[in-house]
């Protein structure tokens, strides 16, 4: 039997029986049997949980085992499932995965069953993961697929991976509960940091192509991008991995992987989302509605007197169930499969006797056998009985409609038989051909056949036929045109086939739409039977005790039962009851499926409100065991009271409340404010004069009221540094001011430099001085002035021999200045050789100051040399002077602009020429 078949045909109570088992065996085994982690003293149990069909298990050292329901499994093994088979692993009691047809993975587990190491290695297939416990913080569990990595702490969550056709690999990842984060790998296989959470109900894909370069397999250096699937059914790259994201298409996850989620979520093994297992559910039904029947191919015969079991064969066309779902269907993928019928000639009084309604899962795992053992006393009847039964069978069709299953390997043919006689079935596996049969039978069948009365009353009543379906099983019931239809006209629970004991009641919907007795209707109707099973429910108190136990219905919330809960005793003072179930509060509206424990939980109600007592929120947390931030709640902002300072929340007993506080009774929780002082900064320039002033809140600084401080005023040679309070202490925009305060700037002069040089250029002494200060405020002296051999010493002059007045050692200085000396020639009366002495000239840019014997002004058109005639006598002895201007001689004609041509300094200001006067005899 197939593992859903099993779990179909299984009770609730049998269902949790069978889980509870397993769990019970795994842990016996724990102490004895594990897989060898990193460490010795570190063991964790793996083991093959469930299993259908054949599964290979390699190993390293010790190469292919076929595996087994209860094989311990060991880290590095490589598991792959046949087709039509099915393989479920359990891990520390707490993990469980399903692997499907065709699966093909390899486990890594390492650490202990505390601290798990877990890494799947998914290469193709499909498998649902179900982690029932939180891990804990040394745990990781991760499915890594073709350059991806799926990473978990506690979730149920199906992925697949198939080769796209191209050298690539297509991977889906669907989360039915919790979160699942998905990261893209790159080339090298480490994380790119590209991922998404993946939330319940939602899924995401990603396309791994090649490296067209390296010409590898995808999985070795191939690239992984998020992919969306559009209108026309390819898909498109998105750069957002949020844009990846979209709704599950159930249809999409295989047969076997919805039954078991479906399973864990009935037996409480793995609850899934409320929408997520309405919606699994959903798709099953359309599924199991819409499944083929198999066709029988018959043969209509001369009938003997008495029953005869004769065989027949059923062609069956199969085709797995993750191909269906995608679509793509190839002759490879669909099997046909014959198998021997058994059949009783006598069969109940509806159309659908003559036909194995049979669905094409059942058929592919067992075959479908009807036995003259089941045949009834009511069956064996007599030759009148039997033809008139004959003849209401003949008014239909002998073979119900088959569903079509592309492609269809082997076709099907059904005869229709030409006689109202009792039908033969004998062993065929093509089409048979028609058997004629006698006229003693044909009038046999005529005489059974309706009187003309009965046809009479047929012309004027027009009835419609409701065929009530379970189970693959109709049954039909005449209703008169335009007759209400009340359930009771319905099947029973009893004509289902199921006890009162374990079903309320049945639920019958046309289709998908629900139907509301009593019900009018023209035409012929179909209706589908959905039995509601009992629910076992049970409220316990504070102290655990059981306060009530009833049942409920499933697929139905407690209150669509008319569950009262009960009262609780013993709830503490200022608290409330709110029920729970796994750590969540009941919605008692929501549906339910299986049996439930509620628990009683003490809550509080937190309210907060304004100073005039108006409601801001309230919160309700449970009593002594969370805070707002631990239920995932905000504390509210206190209300804004002008002239005063909102401090904090504080309850009735005036403590303080914040975001982390327990409590252990309902509260109303009120804001603290305290009145707002304010202070004055005023702000002065440097002789007390008020540039600013500013207001703050006492307890505050400047910058927290938004203020800014004025800039400090220019001073001439100074600069500003900061702002002092009348005791020299600094203050800026971030002190806290309490009490009011005059501020004042504070400067650092600028210093300047005091430079004395000789007349060759070589500093005599240098000096650094304050903006303002002279040589004596710091107790320098003025250096003396070097003697020169034929002048006379002048006095100390700027560097560009701007005369500055007489500088001493208590002369102010407000900017940097080099001095040199100057000098004034001396002319010897001794002609013996002759002599020379030089004149320097300062070039200005308003004319040339002659600074020789005299200071003498001159404009441009001026000869300077005479003028230097007039001030420097010929010799006695008749010698004239000649004019050397930098080694080149003129004449005493020439003017000042041929000179500074001629040497080169023309159109230069503020300089200085050199003239050398040479003596020569006549």
Same mark, same amino acid.
């Given at each position: 039997m197939a593992l859903k078949e099993f779990i179909a045909s299984l009770t609730l109570k049998a269902k949790i029986i069978a889980v509870s088992t397993a769990v019970v065996v795994t842990g016996g085994v724990a102490t004895t049997v594990g897989v060898l982690a990193s460490q010795e003293d570190e063991y964790r149990v793996i083991k093959v949980f469930e299993m259908t069909g054949e599964a290979v298990v390699e190993r390293e050292d010790t190469g292919s085992i076929s595996a087994y329901t209860g094989m311990n499994l060991e880290n590095g093994d490589v598991l792959t499932v046949g087709d039509e088979s099915t393989l479920r692993i359990v891990m520390d009691e707490d993990k469980y995965v399903m692997l499907d047809s065709g699966t093909v993975l390899k486990l890594n587990a390492t650490g202990s069953s505390e601290d798990s190491n877990t890494r799947?290695?998914?290469?193709?297939?499909?498998i649902l993961n179900e982690i029932t416990a939180s891990l804990s913080s040394g745990s990781v569990y991760e499915v890594a697929t073709p350059k991806a990595v799926m990473a978990?702490?506690?979730?149920?969550?199906?992925?697949?991976?198939?080769?796209?056709?191209?050298?690539?690999?297509?991977?889906?990842?669907?989360?039915?509960?919790?979160?699942?984060?998905?990261?893209?790998?790159?080339?090298?296989?480490?994380?790119?940091?590209?991922?998404?959470?993946?939330?319940?109900?939602?899924?995401?894909?990603?396309?791994?192509?090649?490296?067209?370069?390296?010409?590898?397999?995808a999985e070795i250096d191939g690239t992984s991008l998020f992919i969306i699937e559009n209108a026309e059914g390819g898909y498109d790259i998105v750069s957002d991995p949020d844009e990846a994201l979209s709704d599950i *298409?159930?249809?999409?996850?295989? *047969?076997n992987i919805k039954e078991i989620a479906i399973y864990s979520d009935d037996t409480k093994l793995m609850v899934l989302d409320d929408e997520v297992a309405r919606k699994i559910r959903a798709v099953l039904s359309e599924e199991a509605d819409s499944e083929p029947e198999a066709t029988v191919t018959e043969a209509v015969t001369t009938p003997p007197e008495t029953t005869t079991t004769t065989a027949t064969s059923v062609s069956i066309s199969f085709v797995p169930p993750f191909t269906q779902a995608m679509g793509t269907v190839s002759s490879s993928e669909t099997a046909v499969v014959t198998v021997p019928v058994t059949e009783t000639e006598a069969l109940p009084e509806t159309s659908a006797s003559t036909e194995a309604q049979t669905s094409s899962e059942e058929t592919t795992t067992e075959a479908v056998t009807t036995t003259s053992e089941e045949t009834t006393a009511e069956e064996t009847t007599t030759e009148e009985t039997m033809a008139e039964e004959t003849t209401a069978s003949t008014t239909e069709a002998t073979t119900a409609p088959v569903t079509t299953v592309p492609p269809v390997v082997t076709p099907v043919t059904t005869?229709?038989?030409?006689?109202?006689?009792?039908?033969?079935?004998?062993?065929?596996?093509?089409?048979?051909?028609?058997?004629?049969?006698?006229?003693?039978e044909t009038t046999t069948t005529e005489e059974t056949t309706t009187t003309p009365e009965e046809t009479t009353t047929a012309e004027e009543i027009v009835y419609n036929i409701v065929q009530a379906q379970y189970n693959n099983v109709s049954f039909d019931i005449e209703v008169e045109e335009g007759e209400e239809l009340n359930e009771s006209d319905l099947p029973s629970l009893s004509d289902l086939g199921l006890s009162e004991d374990d079903y309320a009641f049945v639920y019958w919907r046309d289709g998908g739409t629900a139907i509301t007795f009593p019900y009018t209707f023209s035409g012929d109707i179909t209706l589908i039977a959905d039995p509601v099973s009992y629910i076992n429910i049970k409220f316990v108190g504070l102290d655990y005790e059981t306060l009530l136990e009833t049942r409920g219905w499933s697929m139905h919330s407690v209150n669509d039962a008319g569950i009262i809960p009960p009262e609780v005793p013993g709830v503490s003072e200022g608290c409330f009851i709110k029920w729970m179930y796994y750590g969540e509060v009941v919605d008692f509206d929501s549906d339910l499926s299986g049996d439930y424990t509620f628990s009683a939980e003490e809550f509080v109600r937190v309210t907060f409100v304004d100073m005039d007592g108006n409601e801001i929120t309230n919160f309700e947390l449970m009593r002594d065991s969370k805070s707002i931030s631990s239920s995932g709640g905000t504390m509210p902002t206190i209300p804004t009271v002008e002239g005063y300072k909102a401090t904090r929340w504080i309850d009735s007993d005036g403590n303080e409340v914040d975001e982390d506080t327990k409590f252990t009774t309902s509260v109303t929780v009120t804001p603290?404010?305290?009145?707002?002082?304010?202070?004055?900064?005023?702000?002065?320039?440097?002789?007390?004069?008020?540039?600013?002033?500013?207001?703050?809140?006492?307890?505050?600084?400047?910058?927290?009221?938004?203020?800014?401080?004025?800039?400090i005023p220019t001073v001439e040679g100074h600069t500003a540094t900061r702002w002092l309070d009348t005791e020299g202490n600094e203050v800026t925009d971030a002190t806290v001011i309490t009490t009011d305060l005059v501020l004042t700037p504070d400067y650092t002069p600028d210093t300047i430099d005091i430079t004395f040089k000789d007349i060759d250029g070589n500093t005599l002494a240098s000096y650094q001085l304050n903006w303002g200060e002279s040589l004596s405020d710091r107790g320098y002296t003025i250096p003396d002035i070097p003697e020169r051999t034929d002048y006379n010493i002048d006095k100390w002059v700027g560097e560009n021999g701007m005369d500055y007045g007489?500088?001493?050692?208590?002369s102010v200085f407000t900017d940097s200045y080099v001095f040199i000396p100057r000098y004034t020639p001396t002319i010897s009366d001794s002609i013996v050789?002759?002599?020379?002495?030089?004149?320097v000239y300062t070039v200005e840019s308003q004319g040339y100051a002659l600074n020789s014997a005299g200071d003498t002004t001159a404009t441009e058109t001026q000869q300077i040399l005479l003028q230097i005639i007039n001030y420097t006598p010929y010799p006695e002895d008749g010698s004239f002077f000649r004019y050397y201007v930098n080694g080149t001689e003129f004449s005493s004609s020439a003017t000042v602009n041929d000179i500074l041509t001629a040497i080169g300094y023309e159109n230069i200001t503020d300089d200085t020429i050199y003239i050398t006067l040479v003596a020569d005899t006549l």
């Open positions: 799947i290695e998914l290469m193709k297939g499909e978990v702490r506690g979730t149920s969550f199906v992925v697949r991976v198939e080769e796209d056709g191209e050298g690539g690999y297509l991977t889906r990842e669907q989360t039915l509960q919790g979160k699942v984060q998905v990261e893209l790998l790159s080339p090298e296989g480490k994380k790119t940091g590209k991922s998404v959470i993946v939330d319940e109900d939602k899924n995401v894909s990603i396309s791994t192509i090649p490296n067209e370069n390296s010409n590898n397999p *298409d159930y249809d999409k996850i295989s *047969d005869t229709t038989p030409e006689t109202t006689a009792p039908e033969t079935v004998t062993e065929e596996t093509t089409a048979v051909p028609e058997t004629t049969t006698t006229p003693e603290d404010y305290s009145l707002i002082e304010y202070v004055t900064v005023t702000f002065n320039d440097i002789n007390g004069n008020a540039i600013d002033t500013l207001t703050i809140e006492k307890g505050t600084s400047v910058a927290y009221a938004d203020g800014v401080f004025p800039s007489t500088i001493t050692v208590n050789g002759g002599y020379y002495y030089t004149l």
